[in-house]
């Protein structure tokens, strides 16, 4: 297994559910991570439980949505750590639609987060990777956006459309040696389940989620995970 020892990695979503899972993981493998997220307060609090272990971490107020904001952190990561080996996308936002009845506001935010913010973070940090000929960005997907529910049409669409834009980036890059995957995991027992009836013990856990993406990082360089899919057996 490739060592993660001194790789530079961006985590986005890193404030709560996978996407600190990941980061803490990140960490434990010696990675130095940029840890992006909105919430400065709370990305404030893992990285000083995240340093007090030792890691070197970046904790910055990142709207994934926002172009400028996004280019500006990724240049500061760039300087302050170095150029980037591993970006996961892991900033996520879904809650339930009625097609019927939902704002396009609804359908922005979801949209904007779950796709546009994966399109901003990766072309922030893919044509560097290209460059070197070496990198790898993970997109934290869902089991939804392969098979839809009438509960989140709008999530379940925006996760399709990220797992197309997956593809094509993959095919896009994949000769200039640098990897894209996809993981998939199904109910995950996270924030986005604040509030909702349902029984959480029986989904996967945020950590189960970032052992994955850090199995699918850790491959060989030249081995490719393209698509991963998550299922919970309790």
């Not at 500061?76 to 996961?88: C, H, K």
């Not at 098979?147 to 925006?158: G, Q």
């Not at 834009?165 to 994949?174: C, I």
């Not at 994955?212 to 030249?222: C, H, I, T, W, Y």
């Amino acid at each position: 297994m490739k060592t993660l020892q001194n790789q530079i990695a961006i985590v986005t979503g890193a404030s709560s559910g996978i996407g600190r899972a990941t980061a803490r993981q990140l960490i434990a493998q010696g990675a130095k991570v940029a840890l992006f997220a909105r919430g400065q307060e709370k990305l404030d609090t893992l990285a000083a439980e995240l340093r007090a272990t030792g890691g070197t971490v970046l904790p910055l107020s990142v709207d994934v949505t926002d172009e400028a904001a996004v280019n500006a952190a990724t240049a500061r990561v760039e300087a302050e750590l170095g150029q980037v080996d591993l970006l996961v996308n892991a900033a996520g936002v879904g809650f339930a639609t009625d097609l019927s009845r939902c704002a396009l506001a609804d359908f922005r935010r979801i949209f904007d987060t779950n796709v546009t913010g994966v399109f901003l973070c990766t072309r922030a940090v893919i044509g560097k990777m290209r460059e070197r000929k070496s990198g790898h960005v993970i997109n934290i997907s869902s089991i939804a956006g392969k098979t839809a529910n009438p509960t989140a049409p709008l999530y379940c669409a925006s996760k399709a459309a990220l797992n197309s834009y997956t593809s094509g980036l993959q095919q896009q890059v994949a000769a200039d040696r640098v990897r894209v995957s996809n993981v998939s995991p199904a109910s995950t027992d996270t924030a986005y389940w604040d509030g909702r009836n349902a029984d959480r013990s029986k989904f996967l856990t945020a950590d189960e989620v970032a052992a994955v993406v850090l199995f699918v990082a850790r491959q060989p360089d030249g081995v490719l995970i393209k698509d991963v899919d998550l299922a919970a057996q309790r």
